[in-house]
């Protein structure tokens, strides 16, 4: 899949309800390295994308470390508005 059906995607999401989506800026300076995409379920399920495989944690104290990662990622993130005007002008730009 190429850039703008991907950007096209997120910039819908942002109406889907039950979702807060976050854009992290390029130039950002984070807290942590954003490393592999992982996703958190309920706070008790985490699952991981590598390249190889795609583990799933249910550890309360790998949960909790997948949890404090996704607090400091979250504190470079824009959201909303601005979020979706990033995504609108990358659009722009393709």
Known sequence: MGDRPQLERLRDS???PGLKMGVI???TQLDIYPGNSFSIFDGKRVELE???D????????????YQRAFELLARGAVYGDEARTLIQTELGAL
Request: hydrophobic content about 25%.
């Open 14 to 16: 942002f109406d889907l």
């Open 25 to 27: 800026p390029d130039r």
């Open 50 to 52: 590598n390249l190889g």
């Open 54 to 65: 795609n583990p799933t944690h249910t550890d309360r104290q790998q949960v909790t470390a």
